[in-house]
């Protein structure tokens, strides 16, 4: 794909920020527009995340324009929206690779640019990364300026305001810039409060202040007054409260889009000392009415024809694993008075969306608060409800010691139906789902269980949902195989695997997914095959019958083969003194960078033709 760059005369000049910084303030709402018009014509053509974006084009100029980048660290929490930070650091011209395999990472990543100060992907990390980096550059003495920007969603999670609170207490000099994309603070937001922003950040504000705590810290009562009154300015403007008591120096909600506004109040709240919180107010998909009318929609595309009012149509294909699971839940809850379903922001990506409409008051949508949703849940249990928590397999490592503490300690009866199960694709190492079996195969009490079509997947959720402990259930993204369905109520023996063929001399010992894959493989070298649905409680009666009758037993999975299921096999063979030879395949000691799931599946030899290479150069 080729863009014309003659189309946009300041953009082509810009090829790190220093040359940002060769501009007048005056050209810097044309460099927006054009750096917007630039971002839209580059993802239409070739997918990516969009609507965040867009919102973000004048908060990405203003700081790159304010700050000595990259010797000042600016740091993008989660990263969705640090495509035009990308477009302005060196990267333009590639921008059209993003999240395609050796293309560029899908957020912020180190390995990829001096620019990207931290490797991200899962939300609300950017304040605490921010203050150690700001108290490293206090101590290094250079004037090193740190910078954090966070949306007000990665506010809601605790770990934000666990470093706010640790900000404020040692007094850092920090700014925090809080990207309002969703509260209603619209009436805060204007010319008067623009105007307010600026004095409330300037010298001469400033100056008075902390001029007035010198002169009037020994007189109590009169620095009492006077600190009221310092409040009551701020507070009949600004919602400043909270983040003032947390230590912050609060300046805002300003217009996000107003570039030149921006670049005012941040040179001004540069100088400052101390944590500085700078509230603004933008609109996710800004610049693009679709996108603005729907950001959910609009947050991450295929390609699309920007002059088209709607994205293409996908082709008809089988329902995905996460309708499956939506579905289910809609059906059980329609018999289940006690059923309760828990989910950290994810509602769409856990297929949760019928449900929330259909069953508003069993629907409980926590935020990005993963550790809040485990725990959540727990008390749900212990009052007698059936708790469900929807949460993708890279999320749930942030609930881990909840998981153990709160729910397995107590073996209390929640089900996690844990979506986005092994190789995810084109969001990377933060995202995929490579470590879930091994992280939950060593907590005593649970029950992990491995769907290998969307047949078993329902089987697996009822059983789950029915059992007296905790009870999880593994699955992918993409799409069901074409599996008929079975009636809601039915379950399957618990620890029980099933042989789907009888072969010679190699057993395939399969955990989810990967069965249809390995199933073609076992085809070429007339080998058994196993679907073993459970990783525990394991079906060690069905191990001792493949280790009579085989001499090698194979075992497939798409997670870690650390820790994994088929270390579940090799243990329990070792613990019974077995004599055979145990090939374990699935993803290797290593973070797995971002390309499609097909690719990454060839890659690794987990598709079809690899795994049966492996099998042939380990019978040999």
Known sequence: ?????????????????????????????????????????????????????????????????VYNTPFDHVIWDVGHQAYPHKILTGRRDQLHSIRQKDGLHPFPWREESEYDVLSVGHSSTSISAALGMAVAAEKEGKNRKTVAVI??????AGMAFEALNHAGDIHKDMLVVLNDNEMSISENVGALNNHLAKMLSGSLYTGIREGSKRILKNIPPIKELASRAEEHLKGMVVPSTFFEELGFNYIGPIDGHDVNGLVDTISNMRSLKGPQLLHIATKKGKGYHAAEQDPIKYHAVPKFNPDDTNLPASKPS?????????????????????????????????????????????????????????????GLAIA???????????????????LIHDIAIQNLP????????????????????????SFMRCIPNMMIMTPA???????????????????????????????????INETIEIGKGRVIVEGKNIAIVNFGTTLAEASK?????????????????????????????????VTVEDNAIAGGAGSAVNEYVLSQAHAIKVLNIGLPDSFIKHGTQ??????????????????KAFTQ
């Open 1 to 65: 794909m080729t863009i014309n760059l003659n189309d946009y005369p300041l953009l082509s000049k810009i090829n790190y920020p220093a040359d940002l910084r060769q501009l007048d303030q005056a050209s810097l709402p044309q460099a927006s527009e054009e750096l917007r018009r630039y971002l839209l014509n580059s993802v239409s053509n070739s997918s990516g995340h969009f609507a965040s974006g867009l919102g973000t084009i004048e908060l990405t100029v203003a700081l790159h324009y």
């Open 151 to 156: 949306g007000d969603g990665a506010m809601t």
């Open 318 to 378: 089988l329902p995905t694993y996460s309708k499956i699971f939506g579905d289910w839940l809609c059906k059980t809850a329609e018999q289940d008075e006690k059923l309760v379903a828990i989910t950290p922001a994810m509602r769409e990506g856990s297929g949760m969306v019928e449900f929330s409409q259909r069953f508003p008051e069993k629907y409980f949508d926590v935020a990005i608060a993963e550790q809040h949703a485990v725990t959540f849940a727990a």
């Open 384 to 402: 007698g409800h059936n708790a469900i928590v929807a949460i993708y397999s890279s999320f749930l490592q942030r609930g881990y010691d909840q």
């Open 414 to 437: 929640v089900l996690f139906a844990i979506d986005r199960a092994g190789i995810v694709g084109a969001d990377g190492p933060t995202h995929q789902g490579a470590f879930d079996l």
């Open 453 to 487: 079509n969307e047949r078993e997947c329902q089987l697996m959720l009822t059983t789950g949902h029915k059992a007296q402990g905790p009870a999880a259930v593994r699955y992918p993204r993409g799409n069901g195989t074409g599996e008929a369905l079975p009636d």
């Open 521 to 553: 493989a076992a085809e070429a070298i007339n080998a058994t095959v196993v679907d073993m649905r459970f990783v525990k409680p394991l079906d060690e009666t069905l191990i001792d019958d493949l280790v009579k009758n085989h001499p090698f037993l």
């Open 598 to 615: 097909q690719e990454i599946h060839f890659e690794l030899g987990l598709d079809s033709t690899g795994i049966l290479e492996k099998i």
